[in-house]
């Protein structure tokens, strides 16, 4: 069984920044094979794609985020990384990482105007 814990939300000011970590357990052996997205989700908005890393390290980015945000992975660590710089108060919301059809529980991001 899969499993997605994801840390390092808190409060910032904006313009300031985060890293937030996602450890996946569970598919150590294809970890390094597997594509993973972090996603975010507002109050009372749709759950949107942030940023995806493909096993190939291949990133792609949501245009709301495109050069502020940088999406990386530790395979040895089973980890994926989303560092979020230039925060805008817009970029609230609780992030979840992503992969295999798995979700974890989420991580709130509040950014103070």
């Known amino acids: 069984q899969v499993q997605l814990v994801e840390s390092g939300g808190g409060l910032v000011e904006a313009g300031g920044s985060l890293r937030l970590s996602c450890v996946v357990s569970g598919i150590t052996s294809i970890f390094s094979f597997s594509a993973i997205d972090w996603y975010r989700q507002a109050p009372g908005k749709q759950r949107e794609l942030v940023a995806t890393i493909s096993r190939s390290r291949s990133t792609t980015y949501a245009d709301a985020v495109k050069g502020r945000f940088a999406i990386s992975r530790d395979n040895a660590k089973h980890t994926v990384y989303l560092q979020m710089n230039s925060l805008k108060p817009e970029d609230t919301a609780v992030y979840y990482c992503?992969?295999?059809?798995?979700w974890g529980q989420g991580t709130q991001v509040t950014v103070s105007s």
């Open positions: 992503h992969t295999l059809s798995s």
